[in-house]
């Protein structure tokens, strides 16, 4: 089974970078489809940015010119990267995976991380 484990979240102030991590094990990393989701409280999970095995990436409008997801197929990890942070983008994170994704802003990924948080002060 596929395993996604998040790393790279914490506390920085508005206007600062982040850069998470999601390290997969389990499954054949160049078949996969990855992406990220966040949550924050009282709010519906939603779409960030996602990357297809032919390395095409999607956005959501919120984030469109301030992230930028890429992956390293050879150490089996996607990253986020996170400039220009705004308090709105507070939240937990989430890895997800799938091996066939016809949607890749759907939330149908069989394959979930528990979620990194990520704290922007103002």
């Known amino acids: 089974q596929v395993q996604l484990v998040e790393s790279g979240g914490g506390l920085v102030q508005s206007g600062g970078s982040l850069r998470l991590s999601c390290a997969a094990s389990?499954?054949?990393?160049?078949?996969?489809?990855l992406a990220w989701f966040r949550q924050a409280p009282g709010n519906e999970r939603e779409f960030v940015a996602a990357i297809d095995r032919s390395g095409f990436t999607y956005y959501a409008d919120a984030v469109k010119g301030r992230f930028t997801i890429s992956r390293d197929n050879a150490k089996n990890t996607v990253f986020l990267q996170m400039n220009s942070l705004k308090p709105e983008d507070a939240a937990n994170f989430y890895c997800a995976a799938s091996f066939y994704t016809t949607r890749p802003q759907g939330l149908e990924y069989p394959f979930w991380g528990q979620g990194t948080q990520v704290i922007v002060s103002s």
């Open positions: 389990g499954g054949t990393f160049n078949s996969m489809t």
